[in-house]
């Protein structure tokens, strides 16, 4: 089965600063790549979505941006984050063939002050 | 557009007691349906992935039916137990290939010892 790391586990970050957070990978190869976030008393809404290096697929418009540097890295980004930015951050990955599960990650803790 | 919704919201049942979460679906047109375990503050992890094809599907004391034609699901729970007590989630993955889940807003089981 797969292996998905996030980080970091929680961050802390004012209005209007930058945001990074990284994803990666391991036991698969070129998996589509997902961000999902889950705001507080909400579900889980799909942010992004990558079949490929490079390919990213925005789910919903906002503030925030996803590269695939490489092909089993996914990285989620803002150049000034918002109040409603805060949430739960969570990085899946779906292999390519098999049955189509999905891993997720143990996810990043955003909060915006 | 794809609707997932989840019946209870909330449940708590003493320990020992067989239990039954339901998740319904608009689109009959699925993949596959994937039932997922989530512990406060934790990410996701996967319980049991049903294909469309399929009927069911067992995983120790858990046992996951589908109905595609009728839009349901259920999540089967024999023998509770306190450490099951956390938020299950529902998912359905469209027929296209970016495997992309929509989500239920998931029930709260707690399981009293």
Redesign the interface.
């Given at each position: 089965s797969q292996t998905?790391h996030?980080w970091p586990a929680t961050l802390v970050q004012p209005v209007g600063s930058p945001l990074s957070l990284e994803c990666t990978v391991e036991g698969t190869s070129n998996p589509?790549l997902?961000w999902y976030r889950q705001a507080a008393g909400?579900?889980?809404q799909?942010l992004f979505?990558s079949?490929g290096i490079g390919q990213i697929?925005s789910?919903v418009p906002q503030n925030l941006s996803a590269s695939r540097p490489q092909d089993r890295q996914f990285i989620l980004s803002s150049k000034k984050l918002l109040l409603s930015d805060s949430g739960?951050y969570?990085c899946?990955s779906?292999g390519a063939g098999g049955?189509?599960?999905?891993?997720?990650?143990?996810?990043t803790?955003l909060t915006v002050t | 557009k794809q609707e997932v919704t989840q019946i209870p919201a909330a449940l708590s049942v003493p320990e020992g007691e067989n239990l039954v979460l339901n998740c319904s679906f608009t689109d009959s047109a699925i993949y596959n349906l994937q039932w997922f375990r989530q512990d406060p503050g934790k990410g996701l992890t996967s319980l049991l992935l049903i294909q469309s094809s399929q009927r069911e599907q067992t995983s120790g004391r858990l046992n996951a039916s589908l109905d595609k034609s009728s839009g349901r699901s259920t999540l089967y729970i024999a023998a509770s137990q306190p450490g099951d007590s956390a938020t299950y989630l529902c998912a359905v993955r469209d027929s296209s290939n970016t495997g992309k889940l929509i989500f239920g807003q998931g029930t709260t089981l707690q399981v009293k010892p």
């Open positions: 998905i996030q589509n997902y909400r579900g889980l799909l979505y079949v697929s789910e739960f969570l899946a779906q049955l189509g599960e999905q891993y997720f990650g143990p996810g803790r | -």
